[in-house]
């Protein structure tokens, strides 16, 4: 499983406070402790509220990549964000996101083609979200059609069939897990999937965690490569470890927690 870790987001009111006073040494901490967790890439938001978007994510990446060398998932709806992250990254970038529509994708694509940057599609439009798992497979399908015209590998891709809360969308659940067992098959080589994994609790009262650890090992079972979390979250963790186990991805010691962390 490829973790992207997740903290580095305005919204998060303390991120968001420390990106408005620039405190530099508060975002770093964060970025290291992820590292440390696991993650293998970094989400960076600045958060809905940012009133100057562009320089907050250049002062992210900047004073992120100071510390450490992992590649950085610029999230932003913006494509002048993205576009000026791009320019002062000095490790991989991946792009978060595209939508499937065309216009985003032209630009999106261009990009990424320019600067090397992998991207992450999003499995919805203009007109939102889709319902089922079929137009989330058709617009993922437009998707990777169109990375295609601008000469970017599908491992280059990763599919995100935007996982939904339980408790405002409860039937979507099921219908995201079914859509990551079929990506795959859309092509060769397939795809890799992410989903933002906090989205499935966000919102509900009581046991967040129980909600994403259920949510991811299911997801896994399912065919998904990576997703957008907290690595800070032990037991989240801990459940992620032990499904790759039971997948069969490595190799069983007594000791395979440990094992999994000295790694
Ligand atoms: N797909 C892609 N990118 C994404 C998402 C996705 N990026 C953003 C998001 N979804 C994934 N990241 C988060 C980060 C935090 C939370 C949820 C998803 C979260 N935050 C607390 C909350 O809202 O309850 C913040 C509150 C607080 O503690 O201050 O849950 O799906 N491609």
Redesign the pocket.
Known sequence: MIIIG??I?G????VSKAISNRETDVIQHLAEEQVRAGANIL?I?AGPYSSKPVDDMKWLVESIQKVVTVAL?I?STKTDVIEEALKVSVNRVVI??TSADDDKMSVVFRLAKKYNAQV?G?AMDKSGVPNSKDNRLELAAKIIAKAMEFGISPDDL?L?P??MPVNVAQAQGKEVLETIRELRMLCNPAPNT??????V???TKGN?GLLNRTFLTMAMACGLTSA?L?PLDQELMDAMITADLILNKNIYCDSFLDAYRKR
């Open positions: 997740e903290l987001n919204m998060y009111k303390d989400d938001s998932s999230d978060n996101s992450i999003v990763y995100d935007i996982a992410v989903i933002g994994l906090s989205n609790s966000q919102g967040r957008i907290d």
